[in-house]
């Protein structure tokens, strides 16, 4: 496995165990449609949440969250809609991002309602 692959399945792994003492429940991880994957869908309460997670090694210039752009915001917005399509949600939700940064110390930034595709 190539080492951003290892690098992001950490960063995913740790924003799961952070959501969950939230009291968040993880419905599904790395859930796939078509060209697009959500990282983590989650539920609190009546609430529906489709986390992107964004990880990085080291503290550096840039901020993980920064990595999501309007093609990522239009790929996870179309999955999302399969999502509660296939799963015939129809009550409220929204998309965070989840950054971690992993060295010299785990940091963790949780971005609720961070977006919403167009």
Known sequence: ???????GQTGEAIAADFLQQKG???IATNWRYQY?????????????????VKTQTHQK?????????D???QKLGEAAEEFLHQHEQQGEFR???????LQPQTIITHFEDAFFPH
Not at 61 to 69: C, F, G, I, K
Not at 95 to 101: G, K, L
């Open 1 to 7: 496995m190539a080492k951003h692959n290892e690098v």
């Open 24 to 26: 968040y429940t993880i």
């Open 36 to 52: 697009a994957e959500i990282d983590i869908i989650c539920q609190l309460q009546d609430l529906i949440v489709f986390v992107e």
């Open 61 to 69: 210039q840039s901020y993980p969250e920064e990595a999501v752009n």
């Open 71 to 73: 093609k990522k915001i």
């Open 95 to 101: 998309f965070d991002i989840i950054a971690v940064t």
